[in-house]
Each structure stands twice: as structure tokens, then as C-alpha cells.
């Protein structure tokens, strides 16, 4: 804000002042000011720049800047922007890229925003900086996305963001200040600062029509003619009796100041207003082809409504800009547009030319579109449908504004405005009625249309559109994909009528073929198996060819089903293929998806400290990114490790999360993955009628489409012999063996043989459970394992002896520890205790890694092998003075001082 004192406008704001110097004392952190024009923002802004002793980069929000990407981040970072060298190369060509200033990158939005993020903790070695982002409601959608990415993911350092909004700024998670109103008595004190001449009746009056608003408080005053200045209060033009906004009385003020500059200088201000940019010999030959020249702002900044420096024109506030635009008429706008459009780069002459075009026209159209190809190089999705959109109204033949809709809302979607997204689809919907759009456009389309259904929890509605589409396209690579989608979509729905019907309509649309199309049919044949109720175990399973190029939404799927067969090795090493293909490809958006199925694998595979570690990256970037579906997915799956750990709270929260998402949206993954942890968690408390409770209820209801609950068989199976009802246990043996034999795998065989000894006769038992753990030596999952451990130590004990039960009992209880499976260890102590053993000191684990939290671990992990902060913090999104954090604080929870010693460490399957 010019022209104005930031100590007049603060006056009355001790409180919010505080807020803002706490912020500045901490040195890091986040803070949005949210309030109506005028309330002050911009004037607590100024008092942060002012007070923090800190590098300070600035940026104001721009309207006519809302459709071009990454502008305002290009503004904030212009002039540090040589410090980009130092970020990872792959970081470093993201930014570099997405603000056009080297070759489009690879990667996703959210990689710029962790280049950002970066970029920033690299300028705070050398001392702090502050991030003041003003009038942030007008930020373009790319440069709002990587700074919130950024600034949710500031952690120690000294860096600090202050972003000042207006209420249509989307609401977030973040820290937030709002200035109120100011009280009558600071009002008047503010208003005797600005206008001390006028007499108390006036002032009273002001005080009441400005209605604690700081702008107008200063404003007002200049509106007042002489008279009135002199106390003829009746008529006033701002007077109670109007129904006016006390911001729209202040537009109007400063409309009437610009109606009365000269033609030029209202010309200045037009083009200045129309296409603000640091470049002043821009607008130099943008006034020039209207007959004026820069001299011509003169009288505007005598009017206290811009200011000109060196680099650019200032407006005294934003309400300014908008007067500007009121002031003048439809001739001098489109005037200034034409001016501009000869002076301004591709891009927004681009947009100039469009905004002077009333009627289609092909040339203009085409500018757009290469305009939207730019943009999507650069990552800038916003850009892209705003382009696209502007085209499809200037497209002279049906069949091309069709398809320009159609990749409007696509990009919509990517960028997550969803609300767009729908009327772009409307518009393409209402056109396609009257023409004929290509295959590929109306498989786009049914697309697009399935991402809004799945986004408003409409997984059904999704999979019809989806049919829709694979029945329309003319290549095969879309047509398998849609079909893939379908078949998971169908199957993660909750329970309903419609799923089978669905499903086998899916696998008839597959297409025929070896190589990808029979693997696509495949995966349908096996979810629609599921949902029927039939075994999948005995399918073949058939492999793409390394060779084919498998899109990622179905090498995700392929993975996925990996857990049908007990494919325990192939889940993990597919995921953690995917995984570190969307780390290497910058690929953010994807990472929920990925780190979902593999923290799966390592749970199944009994890595129990490093799946914990994959779910609370995944959740916090689920958060970060937008994404309820798998944030709640990924809750349940955390509900479940918590429970195997014992923390009760923990799984209550957590699965209370995950079915309420559930439940909201239609789905069933997370919930199921809920109801699993809370048969494990009473499981391991040994409430075993709750278990078979619980089991009985959940596998009846609408998450027993889930390929799970075959994983908690052998649950039931041990509950119902704990309980005394073995004919209840061996009504679900037999279709746990069913299972377990056809995958052929040893892990499931072994269990098999575990709960086959429950049930076994005295001379049969102790044979059961050797060959157990001769299969579980062949393929090690060790949660399993100690489970075997456990119950043929008790077997042991109470049938053979104390000195033949302690080694099988002792084993299990150190593995679950390492798993930091409380319960389990606690009851394996027990049995321990029980057989003459004794124990040392239990009250500090024995493993040294269980002591750290998620985070620290997936930091620690990577120091082992060797990794610099920097490459960790590439790997990980995070900066590497957060790793750099993160070590320090593990370093003494791990008994070592230095990298070096860290080489000491086991980490075994973690």
C-alpha cells in the first residue's frame, strides 16, 4: 500500500501485531491474513518487512495475471533467482522450466512446489527469510499450489511465509490471523491522524459510514466536497441511507478521482492495470500506440492512486485497479488491449487479441491452443484450461470447440478445480449433442466425466462413463487403461447391487489379444471373481512384456493384485519400482497412490517399521496435495500397524478416520483396512469372543468384497479355538486351504499349518509346526514367523516341556520387538516367565531403531547407505536442512554421534 503511513493504518491492531512479531521471533512458519479489502492486510504486511531482520522477497497477487502459470512465483523469486543452480538438478530444471526460463521438465506441479521450497531453505543459510505474498486471492493456480506446498512443509527452518487474502482465498489447514473491525475509539484515532480539520460532527459521521474499515477511514474524507468538509452533512453521497458497501463507496471514490485525469493519463492507467509487469518499457510502447507516454502518469500520482518507480507502476491499493477498469468504457479498453497485444511476448498477446475478439475466429483460437501446449510443458494445468476454454468460444467448427472443452476440463481437473471442471464438461456435452466428435475426443471426455463421478464418491456412476469411453476410443493403450480403472473402481466401491453386473460388463468390453490386452483381461476376470465370491488363487497370472509400455494406472493395478495371489515379493518389488519412478520423474501428484500400495507390500512382507514409515509420508502428502481418498485408505492401513503396536487411541482415531471418509464416499478400501486393525488390535489383547465378533459382522457386510479378510482366516480360526469352538475354527479352515494351497506360496502354507496344528491331535501338533517353520525359513515374513514362534512355544511348554518351549519363545518375542509388536511381545514375555525363563529388564527395547518416529527412520535409512542431506531430502520431498533436523535428533536416540557411526546400525527389514 502507498500513500498511506503504515502506523495510521495500524492503529488499533495491537493484537494482531503480536500474532505477527510471534511469527517473526520463531522465525518459521506460516500465516495467512484473511479479511475484506481495506481491513489492513497489506499494512501488517509492511510492519513484518519493516520489523523482521530477514532477506524479504515480495509479490502482489495481479487479476489480470490469474491465467498465465507460475507468474507470481516468477515475480517472488526474480530476484534470487540465480541461486537455482544450487538445488538438485532435478529440482533445479523443474523451476526452471515451469517459469520459462529453460527447457519444460518432467515431473508435476508439486515438484515445482518442493523446488520452491528448496530454493528458499537454500537462501536461509544465509540468514532468514520472509515471504510476503499480498492480495494471494489473486494468485495464478500454480504459483498458490507450490507455495502452499512450500510453506506446509517448512519444518525448522528459518523461513517464514505471510500471505494476506481476501475470504475468496481457498481455505486451508494453515495458521490463520483476521483482523477485525477496528473499535469506535481507534476508528476516531485513525481518523483524526488522516483528517484533523474536520469537524467532530463529520468525523463522527465518517466514523459511522466507514464501519471500522482502516481504507476507509482514509478515503472517505477525500470524497467529501467543501461544503460537506465544512459540515453539511445532509445530503452525503456515502450517507446512511444508501445500501452501498462501505468498499464499493471507496471504488466508487476512486473511480470518480480517475474520471477526472486527463484522456492520456486515464490511458496510462488502463494499459498499466490491464497488464501489470516489472517492465516499464512495456507499458512504454503499449501508451505510445495510444498517443501518450509515461510523463502522462503524472497527474495520476499527484491523485495519491499509483506511484512509478524504477521498475513498475504501484497502485495505492487493488480497489484501485478495479476503479480503474470501472472508470473507463468497452472503446478505450479494447483500445488498450490492441496496444498491449503489440507490445507483450506470445503468451499474453495471446490473451490480448482474445479479449478484443467478439466473434469466432480460428486465427485467435489457434494462438490459444500453442498458448495451452506452452503452458502444459511448464506444468501449468490452470493456464492450460483457462486457454483451452477461450479457444473452444473462439472455434469456428463445432467438432474442434468439442475437443477444446474436453481438454479444458481436463486440466481442470488436474489442477484440482473440480467445480471448472463440471462446467467445462457441461459445455462440451451440450455442443457433442449436435456434432460428431472424433473417438479419441469422446473417450477423453467420458474420462473426464469419471474423474468428476469419482471425486463427488460416485464410484459406479465413474465405471459406467468408463465404459463409455473404452467403448469409443480408437487406441488401444486408452481403451486398456479405462478398462483397468473400471475393474478396480467396481471392486474399491462398498457393497452394491450393481458391482457384479458392472464388473462382468467390464471384462466384456476387454479387447482380444495377447501381450497387455489379455493381461487387462485378466485383472477383470479376477476382480469380478472377487466380487462373485470365487476363488482368484487358481487364475494364471499373466506378466505384460517388459518390452510393452504399460501405462502407470495399470502397472499400479497389476501390482495391486499381487496381493490376490500372496505374491508378497512381486507387491514389493513392483511398488517400490513405482514409487521410485515418481520420485525419479518429480511426479508428486502420483505418490499417495504408490506409497499406499507399497506401504501394503511391506505390511504383508512383515516390514512393519518401514511400512510406518511409507504411511506417514503418504498421509502428509495425501494432506498436502488434496487427496481424501487416499489420505482415508492410508488411515486405515495406519490403523493397522497401530494395532499390531497396541496403541489403542492410536487405532480408535485412526480407523474413525478412515471409515468415516469411507462412509462418506462410497468406498471400501479404508474402511476395511479399519475394520482389519481393530480385529488385530483385539487380537493381540487376546479379546478373542471380539474377534470372531467383529470378523462374522465385517466379512458380511460392505467391505467383504475385500481380498483381505482372506488374510484373517487364520485369525478367526485361532479365536474360535481359543474360545472352545473348534467346529466353528474348521468351518473356516477348509476355505483358508483352499486358498493357501492354490497360491502355492510358502507363507500362507505355513500359516495353513500353524492353525491346522490348533486343531491337530497331540501326536500331530508338534509335526504341523515344524514344517511351518521349515516354509517359513523359505520365504521370511517375520510377523508371521513369531506368530508361529509363539503359539507352538505355548504348545511346547504345556505339553513337552519348559526347556523345549524357551528357544521358540524367546525368537518370537525378539522379532516382535523389532516389529514393535508390544502386545505380541508382552504376551510372549509372559509365556517365557512362565516357562522358568528369566528375563532382564524389559522397559527399553532392545531394538535401537523402534525409538525413532517415521520420519527419522526414513531419514536414518537412507544416511546408512551413504546418501548426502541433499540427495535425501530429493528423495523424500523435504528440504535438507528438515533432514539435516531429523538426524540430529535421531543421532542421541540412537546411541551415536556421527554419519559414521550410523554404518554400526542393522537395519534387517525395515
Not at 54 to 83: C, I, M, N
Not at 177 to 197: I, M, S
Not at 302 to 331: E, K, M, N, Q, Y
Not at 688 to 709: E, N, S
Request: hydrophobic share 50%; with cysteine; glycine share 6%.
Amino acid at each position: 500500500m502507498i500513500g498511506l503511513g503504515r502506523s495510521a493504518v495500524l492503529v488499533g491492531r495491537q493484537a494482531e501485531l503480536s500474532v505477527i512479531d510471534e511469527l517473526l521471533e520463531r522465525r518459521s512458519g506460516v500465516l495467512i491474513v484473511r479479511g475484506e479489502a481495506g481491513i489492513g492486510k497489506s499494512a501488517l504486511l509492511g510492519h513484518a518487512a519493516a520489523k523482521a531482520q530477514a532477506r524479504v522477497l515480495r509479490v502482489t497477487g495481479v487479476e489480470s495475471e490469474a491465467d498465465l502459470p507460475f507468474a507470481a512465483l516468477h515475480r517472488l523469486l526474480r530476484p534470487v533467482l540465480h541461486h537455482v543452480k544450487s538445488l538438485p538438478a532435478q529440482q533445479a530444471d523443474a523451476l526452471r522450466g515451469a517459469l520459462g526460463l529453460g527447457r519444460p521438465a518432467r515431473g508435476d506441479r508439486y515438484l515445482v512446489g518442493l523446488a520452491t521450497l528448496s530454493l528458499l531453505v537454500e537462501l536461509s543459510v544465509e540468514g532468514p527469510v520472509l515471504c510476503l505474498i499480498d492480495d494471494a486471492h489473486w494468485l495464478d493456480g500454480e504459483s498458490a499450489d507450490a507455495l502452499l506446498f512450500a510453506a506446509r512443509r517448512l519444518y525448522t527452518e528459518p523461513v517464514m511465509v505471510l500471505l494476506a487474502a481476501r475470504e475468496a482465498f481457498p481455505m486451508t489447514d494453515l495458521p490463520e490471523l483476521r483482523p477485525g473491525k477496528l473499535e469506535p475509539g481507534a476508528a476516531r484515532k485513525l481518523l483524526a491522524e488522516q483528517a484533523a480539520d474536520l469537524p467532530p460532527a463529520v468525523r463522527d459521521q465518517l466514523v459511522a459510514e466507514a464501519q471500522g474499515n482502516p481504507l476507509a477511514l482514509v478515503e472517505l474524507p477525500r470524497m467529501l466536497t467543501p461544503e460537506q468538509r465544512a459540515g453539511a452533512l445532509v445530503p452525503l453521497f456515502f450517507s446512511l441511507g444508501t445500501a452501498m458497501q462501505v468498499t464499493d463507496r471507496v471504488l466508487c471514490g476512486f473511480r470518480d478521482r480517475i474520471a477526472a485525469l486527463p484522456e492520456t493519463s486515464r490511458s496510462c492507467l488502463l494499459v498499466a492495470a490491464l497488464d501489470h509487469r516489472d517492465e516499464l518499457d512495456v507499458l512504454a510502447r503499449a501508451v505510445g500506440v495510444l498517443g501518450a507516454s509515461l510523463d502522462d502518469l503524472a497527474p495520476a500520482e499527484h491523485a495519491g492512486l499509483v506511484r512509478v518507480t524504477a521498475a513498475s507502476v504501484v497502485f495505492h491499493h487493488p480497489l484501485v485497479r478495479r476503479a480503474v477498469l470501472l472508470a473507463c468504457d468497452i472503446a478505450a479498453r479494447m483500445a488498450a488491449h490492441r496496444a498491449l497485444a503489440e507490445a507483450v511476448d506470445d503468451d499474453r498477446r495471446a490473451w490480448h487479441l482474445a479479449a478484443v475478439t467478439l466473434h469466432p475466429d480460428e486465427e485467435v483460437a489457434g494462438h490459444l491452443v500453442d498458448l495451452a501446449v506452452r503452458a502444459r510443458l511448464r506444468g501449468g494445468q490452470t493456464a492450460v484450461s483457462a486457454a483451452y476454454a477461450r479457444a473452444a468460444e473462439l472455434s469456428v467448427e463445432p467438432a474442434k470447440a468439442v475437443r477444446r472443452w474436453t481438454a479444458a476440463a481436463e486440466a481442470a481437473v488436474e489442477a484440482g478445480l473440480w467445480r471448472r471442471a463440471g462446467d467445462l464438461v457441461d459445455k462440451a456435452l451440450r455442443l457433442a449433442e449436435t456434432t460428431t466428435a472424433e473417438g479419441a475426443v469422446q473417450a477423453e471426455l467420458a474420462a473426464v466425466r469419471a474423474k468428476l463421478a469419482i471425486e463427488a464418491d460416485r464410484p459406479l456412476e465413474a465405471v459406467r462413463l468408463l465404459h463409455e469411453g473404452a467403448e469409443a476410443a480408437d487406441d488401444m493403450p486408452t481403451r486398456l487403461s479405462l478398462l483397468g480403472l473400471a475393474g478396480y473402481y467396481t471392486w474399491a466401491s462398498a457393497t452394491h447391487p450393481d458391482q457384479v453386473p458392472l464388473a462382468r460388463r467390464t471384462e466384456e468390453l476387454a479387447p482380444d489379444g495377447e501381450g497387455l490386452p489379455a493381461v487387462v483381461r485378466a485383472i477383470n476376470k479376477a476382480f469380478r471373481l472377487i466380487l462373485e465370491g470365487g476363488s482368484v488363487a487358481t487364475q494364471a497370472h499373466l506378466a505384460p512384456d517388459p518390452a510393452e509400455h504399460v501405462p502407470s494406472e495399470l502397472r499400479f493395478i497389476i501390482a495391486f493384485q499381487a496381493l490376490h495371489r500372496a505374491d508378497r515379493v512381486g507387491m514389493l518389488t513392483d511398488a517400490a519400482e513405482l514409487v521410485a519412478d515418481c520420485r525419479a520423474q518429480g511426479r508428486l501428484g502420483r505418490m499417495p497412490q504408490v506409497l499406499t500400495l507399497l506401504a501394503i507390500a511391506q505390511l504383508l512382507d512383515g516390514r512393519h517399521p518401514a511400512a510406518r514409515a511409507t504411511v506417514a509420508e503418504g498421509m502428509a502428502l495425501a494432506a498436502d496435495l488434496g487427496q481424501p481418498f487416499w489420505r482415508g485408505y492410508l488411515a486405515g492401513v495406519h490403523a493397522w500397524l497401530s494395532a499390531v503396536a497396541g496403541a489403542e487411541e492410536e487405532v480408535s482415531a485412526l480407523a474413525d478416520q478412515a471409515i468415516r471418509a469411507a462412509d462418506h464416499r462410497n468406498w471400501m478400501p479404508g474402511a476395511c483396512w479399519a475394520e482389519c486393525a481393530r480385529v488385530i488390535l483385539d487380537f493381540g489383547l487376546g479379546r478373542y469372543d471380539a474377534v470372531l465378533a467383529r470378523l462374522d459382522r465385517t466379512m458380511a457386510g460392505p467391505t467383504r468384497h475385500a481380498f483381505i479378510w482372506r488374510y484373517f482366516w487364520p485369525d478367526y480360526i485361532e479365536a474360535a479355538v481359543r474360545v472352545g469352538d473348534p467346529q466353528r475354527a474348521r468351518d473356516r479352515l477348509k476355505a483358508y486351504a483352499e486358498w493357501a494351497e492354490a497360491t502355492g506360496r510358502a507363507t500362507p502354507i505355513a500359516v495353513l499349518h500353524r492353525v491346522r496344528a490348533l486343531l491337530a491331535p497331540k501326536n500331530a501338533a508338534a509335526g504341523l509346526y515344524e514344517r511351518a517353520l521349515t516354509l517359513h525359513a523359505e520365504e521370511q515374513q517375520p510377523f508371521d514367523e513369531a506368530r508361529t514362534r509363539l503359539v507352538y512355544g505355548e504348545w511346547l511348554r504345556r505339553h513337552r516341556g519348559r526347556a523345549e518351549a524357551r528357544p521358540q519363545l524367546l525368537a518370537a518375542m525378539e522379532a516382535f520387538d523389532r516389529l514393535g509388536a508390544a502386545p505380541w511381545s508382552a504376551r510372549a514375555a509372559a509365556e517365557l516367565r512362565a516357562a522358568g525363563y528369566s528375563l532382564p529388564d524389559r522397559s527399553r527395547t532392545a531394538d535401537p531403531l523402534a525409538v525413532l518416529t517415521p520420519q527419522e527412520l526414513q531419514v536414518v535409512r537412507l544416511a546408512i547407505t551413504g546418501a548426502s542431506n541433499r540427495e535425501i531430502g530429493a528423495q523424500l520431498f523435504l528440504s535438507p536442512r528438515t533432514v539435516a533436523s531429523h538426524l540430529y535428533k535421531a543421532f542421541p536416540k540412537l546411541g551415536v554421534t556421527s554419519r559414521a557411526e550410523l554404518a554400526r546400525l542393522t537395519l534387517g527389514d525395515r
